[in-house]
């Protein structure tokens, strides 16, 4: 999967937000709330062809979690992602 | 004359016409006119014939019951924008602008249309050039009351004018400022101000004021009244659509995020869910200026 193409990723008011600002997002009329965690793999994985995996090692690399969590809490991410319209396949 | 000099929202524009009849379709200009001397930060010329041809369009903004615009770049790096009073109609004029969109030329095509062009031109140019320079043009009825400013966003429809005619009608010592198209200036001592403009939508509304902005009113249809503060990314989220930008230029969407922010921690802001009626006016008056 990846991030479509147009979403940028901000600090607004000392938190993490994506505004769909590109040429193809024009219509997209929508901010999402990212936390920490979630704009730090935001970051990482933008412009790239990713998986459910490298989210996971990337998490590892950062935090003290099991692979178990990382990899849930990945999925669960990339589930809401594409709920909100931000990933494509 | 056929160059004139106007003051908005405290910038100094120039707009230079070769028909000088044209004058007489622009009316809602003369009330920002200005002596001054100063560089304008926009100077756009009335051209017979523009010195580049037209573009393949990057974008074609086309929502049913606006403006039809398409925005496209030269191979020179300039901006190049068509448009239409509706999309159902023939192109009207177009434009040419420098990369950083102070200064512009353009074409009347149709000149049935040439008030619109021309207003639509500088509309369209003013908030490209000032969204790098602390102002929001944004799509807003705004009243005020005891020297300062509420500001009514919605979409199209949802009765933004309604509401500010209620305020009128049932809250003593109000005025309108502008009913579609007022300009937020975030100025450098962090004091917000809302300004009149030369575009007002159907209401015949330029004036040339400025206010402290008192608070912000997002409004939306329902079977009865209720207002809820906003606060933090609920507050930006809430200014967000209602500003004119063009947001794949990374310049104008830096300039607008950092504006919309400062905004949104300065000044109140609410969701009123309501009926247009005067109680619904008495609720976003009291949650405003109490």
Redesign the interface.
Same mark, same amino acid.
């Given at each position: 999967m990846k991030i479509k193409k !147009?979403f &940028?990723l @901000?600090q +607004? +008011?000392g %938190?993490h &937000?994506v505004? !769909? %600002? !590109? +040429?193809e @997002? &024009?219509n997209f009329?929508k901010?999402i709330?990212l936390n920490s965690t979630a704009a730090y793999l935001f970051e990482q994985v933008k412009d790239k062809d990713f998986d459910i995996r490298m989210m996971a090692d990337l998490l590892l690399e950062k935090y003290e979690v099991t692979e178990e969590t990382a990899l849930a809490d990945s999925q669960k991410l990339a589930d809401s992602w594409r709920e909100a319209g931000l990933l494509e396949e | 004359m056929a160059r004139k000099t106007f003051d908005i929202a405290g910038y100094t524009v120039s707009l230079d016409l070769a028909e000088e009849a044209l004058w007489k379709k622009l009316l809602n200009m003369v009330p920002f006119e200005t002596e001054s001397s100063e560089k304008p930060v926009l100077e756009v010329v009335q051209t017979t014939q523009l010195k580049e041809e037209e573009p393949e369009p990057l974008l074609v903004s086309d929502d049913e019951g606006f403006p039809k615009i398409t925005v496209g770049k030269t191979p020179c790096g300039n901006w190049f924008f068509t448009m239409a009073s509706l999309g159902t109609r023939p192109t009207s004029g177009r434009c040419v602008c420098s990369e950083d969109f102070s200064r512009a030329e353009f074409q009347i095509l149709d000149a049935s249309q040439a008030g619109f062009t021309v207003n639509n031109v500088m509309m369209l140019l003013y908030a490209l050039r000032t969204s790098t320079l602390g102002c929001l043009e944004v799509h807003a009825s705004v009243i005020m009351k005891e020297g300062k400013a509420v500001a009514f966003l919605g979409k199209s429809g949802t009765g933004k004018s309604t509401h500010s005619r209620l305020w009128l009608e049932n809250i003593p010592k109000t005025e309108l400022l502008n009913d579609d198209n007022p300009i937020i200036r975030i100025h450098p001592d962090g004091k917000v101000l809302i300004y009149g403009s030369p575009w007002s939508g159907k209401t015949p509304c330029y004036k040339k004021v400025s206010v402290p902005l008192a608070g912000v009113v997002r409004l939306s249809q329902a079977p009865f009244n209720k207002i809820t503060r906003l606060s933090g990314i609920q507050a930006y989220a809430c200014l967000f659509p209602s500003v004119s930008a063009y947001r794949p230029e990374r310049k104008v969407a830096d300039g607008i995020h950092d504006s919309i922010e400062k905004v949104a921690a300065a000044v109140p802001f609410f969701h009123l869910e309501c009926l247009p009626d005067a109680e619904a006016a008495q609720l976003s008056f009291r949650s405003v200026y109490e």
């Open positions: !147009g &940028v @901000r +607004l +008011l %938190e &937000v505004t !769909g %600002e !590109g +040429l @997002r &024009v009329n901010i709330s | -």
